[in-house]
């Protein structure tokens, strides 16, 4: 998956080390996955998480069909585990640049929800729920609700 990079190198050793100092970010990072104050992201990579830039990119996966545009987000091979019982469903929908957690919560959802998100897609998405999710994206990528 392609995209720009918006955090500094080494960055899952540096979360590690964080985590391990930080009772709070671990709590907040068992809950999300994401951290509101990140301390991996650089300056730059604020701005083009904000704006959505970072996506962009992924759009040469849409195009070589690695991606779809609407899909469940692609997890992070240390994140399987914590999938369990929903990993053979997510990964058999190809993964999309948008996808109905994105637009119901974002980065405010917790990992649970998030899979409970990616659930209801595997379970009922249509042409008509894929036009609507990328409907209500656009919308907030413009107004930069839920992003970190």
């Known amino acids: 998956m392609y995209k720009y990079r918006s955090m ?22 068992a809950k999300y996955k994401k951290l509101k104050h990140d301390p991996r992201i650089t300056k730059v990579g ?12 992924q759009f040469i996966n849409v195009l070589k069909g690695d991606m779809s545009l609407v899909g469940p987000r692609p997890y992070l091979p240390r994140e399987k585990e914590e999938i369990n019982g929903f990993f053979n469903y997510i990964m058999s929908c190809k993964p999309g640049i948008t ?27 249509n042409l008509k729920m894929d036009l609507r999710i ?6 907030n990528v413009i107004k930069k609700e839920g992003a970190i």
């Open 8 to 29: 500094v190198v080494g960055a899952d050793e540096k979360l590690k080390e964080y985590l391990a100092k930080n009772e709070e970010a671990r709590e907040e990072y």
């Open 46 to 57: 604020k701005f083009i998480r904000k704006t959505s830039l970072d996506e962009f990119p």
């Open 99 to 125: 996808g109905f957690w994105q637009v119901n919560g974002r980065s405010e959802t917790t990992f649970t929800e998030r899979l409970e998100f990616d659930m209801q897609y595997y379970y009922k998405h």
């Open 134 to 139: 990328l409907k209500d994206t656009v919308v």
